[in-house]
């Protein structure tokens, strides 16, 4: 696999050193404030109903008799995971349908910071035209990545399997943060969301590498409320550095072939 992770890890921690420039400082603010939101939102919402969550879910698994209640300790661990996995994606879903529109008006003035030849539309109206497109990439990415996420689920119960299924969730995570992301400026150069994971396949371990870390720092309070628009930044920079070359080079053999 080509690529290297130690690289693109880097484009996220870049990201993250990127936010505070005064250029694009602006453009940051409602991405952060739709993921405070939403995950403050999420978190209230599981404390508040997370045991009950938990004891319907192990209900619904395990037949009410009583020699099987010993059962309830071995499963509630799991399906208290399966309950926090549920809801952080549920909300990451959301948040990100939300703030698409302003990430991708977010991507393209970081772009047009980096290169200064990206031509863009300013203010409110830019963004409001942004919302259909941006949506419906969106979707596309809930497409690819529902029955995916079902498969998996089904792996993870099923036994020796289930073994390596903690890794698998872990790389599938990892993949996932990195078509999120990278979407954005590659949505905004007009990059279709099919060559978008061929170019990504092509740099495997470069874009395993950024979705990894983006995926670690979600799981870390206070930073993961910051890490969307850092992603955001850092999947930009990952395209123009990487990326744009590659997609004009495509583009050139086809209309040579």
Not at 93 to 107: K, Y
Not at 176 to 195: E, G, L, R, T, W
Not at 197 to 205: S, T
Not at 215 to 239: D, E, F, R, S
Request: one cysteine or more; a positive charge; hydrophobic letters at 55%.
């Amino acid at each position: 696999m080509k690529g290297n992770p130690v690289r693109g890890a880097g484009y996220l921690l870049r990201g993250l050193q990127m936010l505070p420039e005064k250029e694009i400082r602006p453009f940051v603010l409602v991405p952060l404030l739709t993921n405070i939101v939403l995950f403050v939102s999420a978190i209230w919402l599981l404390f508040s109903n997370f045991s009950g969550w938990v004891d319907q879910l192990i209900k619904a698994f395990l037949p009410d008799w009583e020699w099987l209640q010993f059962l309830h300790y071995v499963l509630w661990p799991l399906m208290a995971v399966l309950v926090i996995i549920f809801v952080y994606y549920s909300f990451s879903i959301v948040a990100n349908i939300i703030a698409a529109p302003f990430n991708g008006f977010l991507s393209e003035k970081v772009e047009k910071r980096l290169r200064g030849d990206v031509l863009t539309d300013e203010g409110w109206q830019a963004v409001i035209a942004l919302i259909p497109r941006t949506i419906a990439r969106e979707l596309s990415k809930l497409a690819y990545y529902l029955p995916r996420v079902l498969f998996l689920l089904v792996l993870s119960f099923v036994p020796v399997i289930n073994i390596i299924a903690p890794f698998l969730w872990l790389l599938f995570g990892a993949w996932m943060m990195a078509i999120q992301y990278c979407d954005y400026p590659m949505d905004n150069n007009k990059v279709s969301f099919k060559k978008m994971k061929l170019m990504l396949k092509g740099d495997r371990l470069t874009s395993i590498g950024f979705g990894g870390l983006v995926q670690l720092g979600m799981m870390v309070p206070i930073l993961n409320l910051i890490l969307m628009p850092a992603a955001v930044v850092g999947a930009t920079i990952y395209w123009v550095e990487a990326h744009a070359t590659v997609e004009k080079d495509l583009d050139q053999k086809y209309l040579e072939s």
